[in-house]
């Protein structure tokens, strides 16, 4: 008897607890922004390209959390940029200033923890419930396909990537569909940290050594529509 009454206990307790947990299953638009760039090779001048812009990444965002009480609840994250090309005229200076193109692609792929302030304690069909967070976590960043294109030249530098500390701050709405589903809306500044290129540049019958690569910061602001779901 006694051990019959400690199982159903055991279970009450742990429907309890998947009743706080949730799923969350979105996508996600990132709008970097746009800065300076520049680039050392010995014996030359500084290169500078002023005003790139790594234009967006679209993200693919998956998370899993708990609700710690009804204000507050608290996510692992696996935000999985997809890379896209984009095209942005610089100008290039050296001696002379030209204008030119630099075509690449820019993505993270992001590992966070995630807490979140709710300003109301009751969710639930026809509620709506803004909330407001931030979070910390890993970030693998990635430059690819990288060339330049300015008057008489142009050249192609190697793919890399970089593992860097990431900062989300931010906040949404969510509004309840039913009792366990949500649509969550959301927007905020996400700083994945940087990425440097290869050391190298190529073009058309020579290598280019660099002694210090294009260095990308990768800020951006970050928008969100997802599915929540509360068990």
């Not at 860097?164 to 809306?185: E, F, P, Q």
């Amino acid at each position: 008897m006694k051990k019959g009454l400690w199982v159903l206990g055991l279970l009450g307790m742990t429907s309890g607890a998947w009743a706080d947990a949730y799923l969350r299953l979105g996508y996600g638009y990132a709008d970097f922004r746009s800065q300076d760039l520049s680039v050392k090779h010995d014996g030359y001048p500084v290169i500078a390209l002023d005003n790139y812009d790594p234009g967006s990444s679209d993200s693919v965002l998956f998370s899993a959390g708990y609700w710690v009480n009804p204000h507050f609840r608290a996510e692992l994250a696996l935000d999985l940029g997809l890379p896209g090309e984009n095209t942005d005229r610089v100008t290039y200076t050296r001696f002379d200033s030209v204008t030119g193109t630099v075509t690449a692609e820019a993505y993270s792929r992001i590992f966070m923890v995630n807490g979140f302030f709710h300003f109301r304690p009751d969710r639930g069909a026809g509620h709506f419930d803004p909330y407001m967070g931030a979070g910390v976590g890993l970030a693998v960043n990635r430059f690819e396909s990288v060339s330049s294109a300015i008057p008489t030249t142009s050249a192609t530098i190697n793919d890399s990537d970089d593992t860097d500390w990431a900062v989300r701050l931010g906040g949404g709405v969510m509004y309840g569909i039913t009792d366990h589903i949500s649509v969550d809306l959301g927007i905020d500044y996400l700083n994945a940290g940087s990425v440097t290129t290869e050391d190298r540049a190529f073009k058309e019958g020579a290598t280019v050594p660099f002694s210090e690569g294009l260095e990308l910061d990768l800020e951006s602001f970050n928008y969100s529509l997802a599915l929540l779901y509360r068990f």
